[in-house]
């Protein structure tokens, strides 16, 4: 019909093809030494993550492997890929909700794992800034509830996927997932469970990631739509993802928090650019780029430690560790999680925000007007919002993350 796009039929592209880095090298022998004979789970197994620490597990000869998720569909197809590639392997595939007690409790009293890789997280940033509760309750409760789980039943390692946007965060994700690590860290024990977290960056062609986006969008003619032309990212494949994680578990003792290396962060732009010239396109003359303006929680660029976390070198060339300058302990974190769970039952975005920065005081949500709030709550500074905030009864502006600090 008149007006209608092209389609553009483009040629399978490689994720390595667009970030042109070499593969990381790990430790094999002592990867082997800490999942082969043992029973190990995946959470958020089915997902772009945890569906590659699957498949590299199974290459390691675990007794058993664990796969917990709650999407029925995509676990299904993940036993069947595993069944394919590994027919030796003993999967157990397990739908459950991390942030359910007795789901996680069940599945690790049931399978008894050595090794918990907790990879399960809602990730979406500007969908979290608009459904804060889901992320709270996914990415706060659920590594609560399955640490906890891990302690009490004695799993040998268990290893947090977090990410870099924990650093100075800008969103509710970050935020979220920076207390994940806040809270694992405080389940640390001389003699227990080693609670290790690996900090990695965005992952090319997972799930919903911008080059899916840009895919598509190829496919329809275009445009390719760029929220700023100075966005950046960090990007690795889905198997460096997995490389990295299993490194971080050979790595850790305790209580670590490891940062891989992961180049120079990527213009947004650029990819966008370099996906048009590999899919054998003309930027412009058949495709388009237009740039839509930054979303609620973005920052325009990432980082990867805090300015007071000391990075020091590993065994590992392309892994570093920081050391965090504050160690909360249990009790702390058993009450944040208490105060959390009343904020969230009562369903006060603006309190909850509160309270996430009370833990988190380098979190920057900015609060934009609410054209059906009161005009004085419309003007309404922070220190008064928070001020405000502390009074039984009182609600204040429900807050929107947005690029507030870019320093």
Same mark, same amino acid.
């Given at each position: 019909m008149p007006g209608d796009k092209?389609?553009?039929p483009i040629r399978e592209i490689a994720p390595e093809e667009l970030i042109e880095r070499r593969q990381t090298c790990v430790d094999r022998e002592c990867i082997g030494e800490r999942i082969q004979g043992k029973v =190990?789970? =995946?959470? #958020?197994?089915?997902? /772009?993550?945890?569906?590659?620490?699957? $498949?590299?597990?199974? #290459? @390691?000869?675990?007794? *058993?492997? =664990? #796969? @917990?998720?709650?999407?029925?569909?995509? !676990? @299904?197809? !993940?036993? $069947?890929? !595993? *069944?394919?590639?590994?027919? #030796?392997?003993? @999967?157990e595939p397990v739908i459950g909700n991390i942030a359910q007690a007795a789901d996680v409790n069940g599945a690790i009293k049931q399978f008894r794992p050595a090794v918990v890789f907790h990879a399960a997280a809602y990730k979406h940033v500007p969908m979290m800034e608009r459904n804060v509760f889901a992320a709270v309750e996914n990415n706060i409760f659920g590594t609560w509830q399955i640490a906890l789980a891990a302690s009490a039943q004695g799993v040998e390692y268990f290893v947090l996927i977090s990410t870099d946007k924990v650093v100075r965060p800008a969103s509710v994700m970050g935020a979220t997932k920076r207390i994940a690590e806040l809270s694992i860290r405080a389940l640390q024990k001389r003699n227990g469970t080693k609670f290790v977290t690996v900090r990695l960056g965005n992952v090319v062609g997972s799930s919903g990631s911008v080059v899916c986006l840009f895919k598509e969008q190829i496919a329809a003619g275009g445009p390719l739509t760029v929220t700023h032309p100075e966005m950046r990212r960090y990007f690795m494949t889905s198997c460096e993802a997995g490389q990295l994680a299993m490194q971080a578990l050979a790595l850790g003792k305790g209580g670590e928090i490891f940062v891989p290396s992961m180049g120079q962060p990527v213009k947004i732009v650029d990819l966008a650019r370099n996906l048009i010239h590999l899919s054998g396109l003309q930027r412009e003359q058949d495709i388009k780029i237009e740039f839509s303006g930054v979303r609620p929680g973005e920052k325009l660029i990432e980082e990867l430690n805090l300015q007071a976390e000391h990075l020091a070198p590993t065994g590992h060339p392309r892994m570093r560790s920081v050391d965090p300058p504050a160690h909360l302990g249990k009790a702390r974190i058993n009450a944040f999680m208490r105060d959390l769970r009343q904020?969230?039952? /009562?369903?006060? *975005?603006? $309190?909850?925000? !509160?309270?996430?920065? $009370?833990?988190?005081?380098?979190?920057?949500? *900015?609060?934009?007007p609410q054209q059906a709030l009161p005009r004085s709550s419309q003007s309404m500074s922070f220190d008064a919002v928070q001020q405000a905030a502390t009074q039984p009864g009182l609600s204040v502006p429900i807050p929107q993350t947005t690029v507030s600090n870019l320093s």
């Open positions: 092209p389609n553009h =190990v789970m =995946v959470t #958020g197994a089915a997902g /772009s993550i945890g569906s590659e620490l699957c $498949r590299q597990i199974a #290459g @390691f000869r675990p007794h *058993a492997l =664990v #796969g @917990f998720d709650q999407a029925e569909t995509p !676990l @299904f197809h !993940l036993e $069947r890929m !595993l *069944a394919q590639s590994f027919p #030796g392997l003993a @999967f904020v969230s039952k /009562s369903r006060d *975005a603006a $309190r909850l925000i !509160l309270l996430l920065k $009370r833990l988190i005081p380098d979190y920057c949500p *900015a609060f934009e």
